[in-house]
């Protein structure tokens, strides 16, 4: 599955994307999150609050709740402002 990162999430991690087999237990976006988390300091210091993250999946935005049954490409990135 491939794994794209942008803004500030990018920068702290380090690489823009990757691809990653998950393991057998991550199957939620939550699930996700938790397990990058696990995966380093640097992953640890972009998701330290995890429930701000927004994420994508196959270029539609979901919730953290959303599974990941089927998917080809998984954005994170941060909150958005504007108006």
Not at 36 to 58: C, F, H, M, T, W
């Amino acid at each position: 599955m491939k794994l794209s990162y942008f803004a500030w999430v990018r920068e702290r991690i380090g690489v823009s994307d990757e691809e990653v087999d998950l393991p057998a237990g991550v199957v939620t976006v939550d699930d996700l999150l938790i397990w990058l988390k696990g995966r380093g300091e640097n992953y640890e210091s972009a998701l330290q609050v995890p429930e701000i993250i927004r994420v994508a999946i196959d270029q539609e935005h979901v919730g953290h709740r959303e599974t990941l049954a089927g998917a080809k490409e998984i954005a994170l990135f941060p909150p958005m402002t504007g108006g």
